[in-house]
């Protein structure tokens, strides 16, 4: 059975685009017949805010949305907070590390950043690793241990990962070359987002992980853990993130505004369902649109795949349609 998901971070409001987001992953495993999970990513702790997680649930129930399972409704799964999850995490590093995949990293952000010829990798990740600490013996690193603890590292394959997109179509990655043995866990024992997502999504059965394009290069990090872990990946859809009108991304100066304060203001669900709908070349012409009416006959392949543009416009005419 088809399996979605959405698992917003309580880090920050819910805007416009990661609504979008919710929307499109949402009417994806709605349209298919499928379950909806709801999975908060709430493991970088100091950034995350008391009292958000609810606020974003609340507002994805105000738009229309609604999920099978979730923190505040459990399932099979449980539990669903990632904060709750970590022995899980622990667990797939043990086995990393058990087949020799991972090793440990006593390099600093200056240190890796300063190597000779270290390129830019993808955004989230800095700078290429270059190996440094890759073939370490044992004495070394009992050594190193003792002044600072280190951080874990996947020992990536060299090669390219190829998968296909379910908006972008055929996508090729080389890792080894653009990324380098890649962070699993954090020195602090915080793990990383690339491990914890591939377990989660793996133990909660995701058929098809619809979520922003800016995540589009990390996918081939997942895959080769998937491999090494022994799981089934799921099937992959990035979906264009929403954009202001000069083509840069979406922010407060665009008149963005977070969905708490659209609903504060009065805005009906509905109207930001049509303008969500309207961005995605979605449910004609109609201004008010529940999010069910979407679902009959939903499909990923009639989104348009470049960035959706929001004016400033649309959104301060939401305030007046109600
Ligand atoms: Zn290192």
């Known amino acids: 059975?088809?399996?979605?998901?959405?698992?917003?971070?309580?880090?920050?409001?819910?805007?416009?685009?990661?609504?979008?987001?919710?929307?499109?992953?949402?009417?994806?495993?709605?349209?298919?017949?499928?379950?909806?999970?709801?999975?908060?990513?709430?493991?970088?702790?100091?950034?995350?805010?008391p009292g958000l997680e609810?606020?974003?649930?609340?507002?994805?129930?105000?738009?229309?949305?609604?999920?099978?399972?979730?923190?505040?409704?459990?399932?099979?799964?449980?539990?669903?907070r990632q904060s709750e999850r970590r022995a899980r995490y622990a667990?797939?590093?043990?086995?990393?590390?058990?087949?020799?995949?991972a090793y440990p990293c006593f390099c600093s952000r200056a240190e890796i950043a300063a190597a000779a010829g270290a390129p830019h990798g993808p955004s989230d990740e800095g700078p290429r690793y270059?190996?440094?600490?890759?073939?370490?013996?044992?004495?070394?690193?009992?050594?190193?241990?003792?002044?600072?603890?280190?951080?874990?590292?996947?020992?990536?394959?060299?090669?390219?990962?190829?998968?296909?997109?379910?908006?972008?179509?055929?996508?090729?990655?080389d890792v080894a070359l653009e990324v380098g043995d890649f962070v699993v866990a954090r020195a602090d024992g915080v793990p990383a987002y690339q491990l914890a997502v591939v377990v989660d999504d793996a133990a909660m059965s995701i058929g098809e992980v619809v979520r922003g394009d800016?995540?589009?290069?990390?996918?081939?990090?997942?895959?080769?853990?998937?491999?090494?872990?022994?799981l089934e990946?799921?099937?992959?859809?990035?979906?264009?993130?929403?954009?202001?009108?000069?083509?840069?991304?979406?922010?407060?100066?665009?008149g963005a505004r977070s969905l708490g304060e659209l609903r504060a203001a009065g805005v009906a669900p509905e109207a930001v369902i049509g303008l969500l709908a309207s961005l995605s070349g979605l449910g004609g012409a109609r201004t008010h649109i529940a999010a069910r009416e979407l679902v009959p006959g939903f499909s990923l392949a009639r989104l348009t795949p470049g960035p959706a543009r929001l004016a400033a416009a649309a959104v301060e005419a939401l305030a007046w349609t109600g």
């Open 54 to 80: 609810g606020e974003i649930l609340a507002e994805l129930r105000w738009l229309g949305l609604d999920w099978d399972e979730g923190p505040d409704v459990g399932g099979p799964a449980a539990p669903y």
């Open 1 to 49: 059975m088809h399996r979605g998901r959405f698992a917003p971070s309580p880090t920050g409001p819910l805007h416009l685009g990661n609504a979008r987001t919710a929307l499109l992953s949402w009417l994806a495993a709605r349209g298919a017949g499928g379950a909806y999970v709801m999975r908060v990513e709430d493991l970088d702790t100091p950034r995350v805010r």
């Open 214 to 230: 800016d995540l589009l290069a990390s996918t081939a990090r997942q895959l080769l853990l998937y491999r090494a872990l022994g």
């Open 130 to 173: 270059p190996g440094t600490c890759r073939d370490l013996g044992a004495a070394e690193v009992a050594r190193r241990s003792l002044l600072r603890p280190p951080a874990w590292r996947f020992r990536v394959p060299p090669g390219p990962v190829g998968f296909v997109d379910g908006v972008h179509g055929e996508q090729t990655f």
């Open 233 to 254: 990946p799921p099937r992959f859809a990035h979906v264009p993130l929403v954009l202001g009108e000069d083509g840069t991304r979406l922010a407060k100066r665009h």
């Open 91 to 101: 667990a797939a590093l043990g086995r990393l590390r058990a087949e020799g995949l």
